[in-house]
């Protein structure tokens, strides 16, 4: 009984592709023939995907759990200038703040603006 299903499936769809393919133009079998090869090139690579994505996943995890079981994770904290009483804090190396408060005046032009 199922390879009576089978054969019949079979039949039935050899016989819709022979019926399309006699009525479409040759411009339209073009298009069809190249999305199924391009879905039939696409599958082995695919799968090719899948496997080398799958042993990376594996040989993370087996590094993570064998290597750093034991060790908490490390943080690192820069430290900087110290609060000391009666100079206050600065939030900028010594460098920027003697080029801000130079006193200079800054000169902007803007693009497209008529000259003063």
């Known amino acids: 009984m199922r390879n009576f299903l089978i054969a019949v499936v079979v039949i039935f769809c050899v016989t819709l592709a022979v019926v399309i393919g006699n009525r479409m133009s040759t411009e339209a079998m073009a298009v069809v023939i190249g999305v199924v090869c391009g879905v039939a090139a696409s599958i ?8 080398v994505t799958s042993r990376a996943g594996r040989g993370s995890d087996q590094a993570t759990s064998q290597g750093r079981a034991g060790y908490p ?3 690192v904290i820069q430290g900087g200038q110290p609060f000391q009483v009666g100079q206050g804090y600065a939030p900028y190396p010594p ?21 003063e």
Not at 44 to 51: A, K
Not at 101 to 106: A, E, K, L, P, V
């Open 95 to 115: 460098a920027v703040m003697n080029s801000l408060g130079s006193g200079q005046q800054r000169q902007f032009t803007v693009i497209g603006d008529e000259p």
């Open 44 to 51: 082995p690579m695919s799968l090719l995907i899948l496997v």
């Open 73 to 75: 994770p490390v943080v």
